[in-house]
């Protein structure tokens, strides 16, 4: 038994097939910073799109891009040369590619990303900037790949904003997925433990030097909550209607570098056996892996005896890797669910799951031919 969620028809019309699919140009908005270089190891070596320009701060621009210290645990990656260009040029350079990846800090997207739109390019965005705009949705691949529908229109041409999630709600919110849909849920409560990376390479860099770090992460809770509801909430014409389900969540940083763990605690709607609801899960699948796109996981979450990885495949040559949360700690008591789930924060939570993203766009045709 396999479980399909998603359209069954393709969102907006025949896209290319997998293996005739032109190569897009691309731009990374962000030079140094992590998520900025997650983008730049994933589309190293992208069969679909193209890196052809890497956009920086004032501190970066005019550099050569192969000069910016390399802050991944994986060795930089074989990138053609460039010059980091600068974000006052961009408005002007958009001639120069189709497909925008952006990394920048919220208080630079809102002045960029519309306007890119407006000009007819497509935006994926990792900041937090537009998540909740009506206009704006906000999508993880394969959990709510039918959010896309907002974005129909006539025509194939118009450039749109997409953007992916806060990092750590794709590990509570993509495995409670199957339990919404087909059993259905009464409330549900989410505890993370948060890696440093997950506040950028200054929050990284300053735990190294010092070995301290503050638990807290304002406004971060809220911020799960109501992109969890909209995740799991209904698309519509005008937007996204909110899932009416209660969610709790508790949030704090912890001492580790890569990969943030959730705690979950879901009520269902029902009763039932422990082997149903994990039949329910290993078998789910999603848009992206009907349509085998390059970077989906073979299953969106996986069953573990040993939650945190203790390596991972280099992601700029295996796209797949670090993109399966991994769930253990699994049990079922009469309704309440609990589990624990892990997800590397900078690739699946972060430019991973956004060059997903804009892979499932590519197929459904929503960027044309």
Same mark, same amino acid.
């Given at each position: !038994?396999?479980l399909?969620v998603? +359209?069954?028809?393709?969102i *907006?019309k025949s896209g290319?097939s997998?293996?005739d699919?032109?190569?897009? *140009? &691309?731009?990374v908005?962000?030079?140094? @910073?992590?998520?900025?270089q997650?983008?730049?190891q994933?589309?190293a070596n992208?069969?679909w799109?193209?890196?052809v320009a890497v956009?920086g701060?004032?501190r970066t621009? @005019?550099?050569? #891009?192969?000069?910016i210290?390399?802050?991944?645990?994986e060795?930089?990656?074989?990138?053609?040369?460039?010059?980091i260009?600068?974000m006052?040029s961009l !408005?002007d350079? &958009?001639?120069?590619f189709?497909?925008?990846?952006s990394?920048l800090p919220s208080?630079?997207?809102i002045t960029?990303e519309?306007?890119?739109a407006e000009a007819? %390019?497509f935006v994926?965005?990792?900041?937090?900037t537009?998540? !909740?705009d009506d206009? $704006?949705? %906000?999508?993880?691949?394969? =959990?709510?790949?039918?959010h896309l529908?907002? =974005?129909?229109d006539?025509d194939?041409?118009?450039?749109? &904003?997409?953007c992916?999630t806060?990092? +750590?709600? $794709?590990p509570?919110?993509?495995?409670l *997925?199957?339990?919404w849909?087909f059993?259905? =849920?009464?409330?549900?409560?989410i505890? +993370?433990?948060q890696?440093?990376? @997950?506040?950028g390479?200054? =929050? %990284? +860099?300053?735990f190294r030097?010092t070995?301290e770090?503050?638990s807290?992460?304002?406004?971060?809770a809220?911020?799960m909550?109501?992109?969890? #509801?909209s #995740?799991?909430g209904?698309a519509?014409?005008d937007?996204?209607?909110?899932a009416n389900?209660?969610?709790? &969540?508790? $949030?704090?940083?912890?001492n580790?570098?890569?990969?943030?763990?959730?705690?979950v605690i879901a009520?269902l709607?029902t009763e039932k056996?422990e082997?149903?609801?994990?039949e329910?899960m290993?078998?789910y699948?999603s848009?992206p892996q009907?349509l085998?796109l390059?970077s989906?996981?073979d299953?969106?979450?996986?069953?573990v005896?040993?939650l945190?990885p203790?390596?991972?495949?280099?992601?700029a040559?295996?796209? *797949?890797s670090g993109?399966?949360?991994?769930i253990?700690?699994?049990?079922?008591e009469?309704d309440m669910v609990t589990f624990r789930?892990?997800?590397e924060n900078t690739?699946r939570?972060?430019?991973?799951?956004?060059v997903?993203l804009?892979?499932?766009?590519?197929?459904?045709?929503m %960027?044309?031919?």
């Open positions: !038994m396999v399909e998603y +359209t069954a028809v393709p *907006k290319a997998r293996n699919m032109r190569v897009r *140009k &691309v731009a908005l962000g030079a140094s @910073g992590l998520v900025a997650r983008f730049q994933r589309l992208h069969p799109f193209e890196l956009y701060s004032p621009e @005019g550099a050569n #891009l192969e000069e210290e390399w802050h991944l645990p060795p930089r990656p074989s990138i053609p040369s460039m010059k260009r600068s006052n !408005m350079d &958009v001639e120069d189709e497909v925008v990846f990394a208080d630079v997207a960029v519309k306007p890119l007819g %390019l994926f965005s990792n900041a937090s537009h998540r !909740m206009d $704006v949705p %906000l999508i993880v691949a394969d =959990l709510n790949p039918h529908l907002t =974005l129909c006539d194939s041409t118009t450039g749109f &904003v997409a992916s806060n990092c +750590t709600i $794709v509570a919110a993509l495995p *997925k199957p339990l849909d059993i259905g =849920l009464d409330g549900v409560s505890a +993370t433990e890696s440093l990376s @997950g506040g390479i200054n =929050l %990284l +860099t300053s030097e070995n770090h503050s807290d992460i304002p406004g971060e809220e911020k909550r109501e992109e969890c #509801l #995740l799991l209904r519509q014409e937007g996204v209607r909110l389900l209660p969610v709790q &969540v508790m $949030v704090q940083r912890v580790r570098e890569y990969g943030h763990i959730v705690n009520d709607h056996s082997q149903e609801v994990r329910w290993e078998n699948r848009r009907a085998d390059p989906a996981p299953t969106p979450f996986i069953f005896d040993d945190i203790e390596n991972i495949p280099d992601p040559t295996d796209l *797949k993109m399966a949360v991994r253990g700690e699994f049990d079922v009469g789930a892990w997800s690739i939570g972060a430019a991973g799951g956004t997903l804009a892979e499932l766009a590519v197929a459904e045709g %960027l044309g031919e």
